[in-house]
């Protein structure tokens, strides 16, 4: 399957004339064909302004529309495997079965949110019939359904080429909500977004939609901006840098009509061993923890960063730091996604290594094109006094913190900034003191582990994955589950509605067997 190079609006090609720019080869340096033109502003209103006219002409289509949308992505993804793996790697670097595993995520996704659009959950319906005699004033009818928010523009991750990028969380979620979808694809991928872009056309032709439900186009921040701008899309699903997340954040709440952004950030993923854990299996845990520090060269956003070791004693502290650094050495040094991500990693390895009091633990193997796994060591008080220690280095580092106490390591707990995770290593004889810990965990972090380790996001109805500030730009939603749905809907009330009026799922004859709300009760 061949590649253009070009945009995709509303179903057709359209050639960028803002400039081109490759992909390139993070493994090797390669430049890869095509080049890509860069949408222009002319690009970008034509696909806002077709968003727009399919959110009018589908905002009340069937649900089983939506899932039979959702359903053929999938279908359509899976039937050009062939072509996208080969891409995927060559642009990611990522190993092929990495790929095929985050292939099978993405499509996983997609059918599992057809199978909430068909449930219907999500439209949170809610009726409290009139009471006219109601005194000292009556109540009038009201009735409630949530409705899609509008077009959304969706920002393709760097580490997700297929589960976080133009397919994505991001993208199935706004399509299960009714909304159309603009996507920016990310640089560093082009031509798997150009193949995943297609695959979605596509599949909106098979199930009969306007082409307008979903657009992608090509460019750096400055196209990013005029998405985000443009009085047609509504709100934005972004998973990325602080930096970067903060800066769509400021743009969309400077528009002449502010809009939602869930931008889902910086994490470093707190892991606490406690003290009956580490006598108890403390080799078993820094081998894991270990693996999941190095895992896709540490490009994940709950890459466990930081690691409190509870007032362990001397000999069994020493014996899991041996353990750990083993392991770490052991590690392969492995391409990063881009040569930006991979100098920002080395900046930030550099940072730990001047900070006073911090200490290089291990390193894993080193190559040319290639970074390696690194663990450093500190103390609380030395965490605590060095906010520098609490920013996200997105790569395979993590600093092991020796605490004196259960209260020093709470305090540096309650010292950190929001999590996507936090993780409690720990055996039964540690359940009480883990228990003073738990509710500092649950006002930091939107997912609480015991005994595992962070990475590794469940696909399902209960995973949660979102936190505090600045984890997330909105610590009440999540971007992986079902869920996410819910950041792109709005309740509208009807008051007073005669029959004629009502949706379906509204009316008292419920023709559509929706589950509702009456009265207060299911």
Known sequence: MSLTGQNLIAGQYRAGSGGTYHATNPATGEQLDP????????????????????FEATMNQ?????????????????????????????????????????LGRTTGQLRLFAAEVRAGHWRGLRIDPALPE??????????????????????????????????????????????????KAHPA??????????????????????????????????????????????????????????SIFAMAAAR?????????????????????????????????????????????????????????????????????AEA????????????????????????YGATGGVTALAKGGAAERRAPACVFETDARTFLSNPSLQAENFGASSILITCASAEEAIAALKAMEGQLTATLQMEDCDTALASDFVPVLERMAGRILVNGFPTGVEVSHAMVHGGPFP???????????????????????YQNFPPGLLPDELADANPTGARRRIDGAY
């Open 35 to 54: 080049p890509f033109g860069t949408a222009s502003a002319d690009d970008v209103d034509a696909a806002c302004e077709a968003a727009w006219a399919a």
């Open 62 to 102: 069937p649900a089983e529309t939506r899932a039979l949308f959702l359903e053929a992505i999938a279908d359509e993804l899976l039937a050009i495997k062939e072509d996208l793996v080969p891409r995927v790697i060559q642009e990611s670097a990522l190993p092929q079965g990495r790929v095929e595993g985050e």
């Open 134 to 183: 109601r005194q000292p004033l009556p109540r009038p009818d009201l009735r409630l359904r949530r409705i899609p928010i509008g077009p959304v523009a969706v920002f393709g991750a760097s580490n997700f080429p297929l589960a976080f990028s133009v397919a994505g969380g991001d993208t199935a979620s706004a399509i299960a909500a009714g909304c159309p979808v603009v996507a």
């Open 189 to 246: 991928h082009p031509g798997t977004s150009e193949l995943v872009g297609a695959a979605i056309t596509r599949a909106a032709a098979r199930t009969g939609l306007p082409g307008g439900v979903f657009s992608l186009l090509h460019g750096g921040p400055d196209l990013g901006g005029q998405i985000v701008r443009h009085p047609r899309i509504k709100a934005v699903g972004f998973t990325g840098s602080r930096q970067a997340g903060m």
């Open 256 to 324: 002449p009509e502010p809009i939602p952004v869930v931008a889902e950030m910086s994490s470093i993923n707190p892991v606490i061993l406690f003290p009956g854990a580490l006598e108890a299996r403390g080799k078993a845990i820094a081998e894991g923890l270990a693996g999941s520090i190095a895992l896709g060269a540490g490009q994940f956003c709950t890459n466990p960063g930081l690691v409190f070791a509870i007032a362990p004693p001397a000999e069994t502290l020493a014996g899991f730091r041996q353990a750990l």
């Open 328 to 351: 770490i050495t052991a590690t392969a040094p492995q391409a990063m996604l881009t040569e930006g991500i991979a100098n920002a990693y080395a900046s930030g390895l550099d940072t």
């Open 471 to 493: 984890a997330t730009s909105d610590s009440r939603t999540t971007s992986v589950g079902t869920l996410a749905i819910d950041r792109f809907l709005r309740p509208v009330c």
